[in-house]
């Protein structure tokens, strides 16, 4: 499998393109659609994975989905923060899901040949997962480097998110480390230096 990074949106989110022979998958996919669909040019996209359902995730999703047709995976607890209209109003910045998504369960999951667990991580919203593969984890909101998400806005709750974070010192290799925003770091690094593990 091969990840490739995109900074993507007037929010600067990481949108990353996972690759399998021809197959990929598209994890947050924040700008306009054209944009993600110059990204698949080569690739059949078998799914969208959401960390959550904040506006400045999901802004290519309806796009993309009219145009592939492919299943778009988000917790059910971020559903309400998805598909309103006025999300990101305060931030000059409107988008939202109109198209069907499918509700993510914890556990293990498999799409074509990509295998990986999805983890409910609330804190940062309601419903924020990470998603961890063989080497990797992204993390969404829920992890930065030397950070985690803020839980000021709605639907956030500290206490829920310190809770995730412990689910992190349970890990027992060193994954690389992909957040939702700014630069990637790696999972022994965070555990020493980021204040907030």
Request: charged share 25%.
């Amino acid at each position: 499998m091969e990840i490739r990074t995109y900074v993507l949106g007037p929010i600067e989110t990481n949108t990353y393109l996972l690759t399998d022979g021809n197959d990929a998958l598209l994890i947050d996919p924040a700008s306009k659609p054209e944009k993600c669909i110059e990204i698949l040019k080569d690739y059949n996209l078998a799914g969208i994975l959401l960390t959550h359902g904040h506006f400045d995730h999901i802004k290519a999703v309806d796009g993309l989905y009219n145009k592939y047709h492919c299943p778009v995976y988000l917790h059910e607890d971020d559903e309400f923060l998805a598909r309103d209209k006025n999300s990101g109003a305060s931030f000059g910045l409107v988008a939202y899901i109109s198209v069907p998504t499918i509700p993510l369960k914890e556990g293990k999951m498999k799409i074509h040949d990509f295998e990986f667990e999805v983890i409910f991580t609330p804190g940062h919203t309601p419903g924020s997962v990470i998603y961890v593969f063989e080497d990797a984890i992204f993390t969404g909101d829920t992890l930065f480097r030397c950070s985690v998400g803020r839980t000021d806005l709605e639907g956030g709750n500290f206490r829920d998110l310190n809770s995730s974070l412990q689910i992190f010192k349970s890990f027992k290799k060193d994954y690389l480390i992909y957040p939702g925003h700014e630069a990637p770091s790696t999972l022994y690094f965070e555990l020493d230096n980021n204040p907030y593990l």
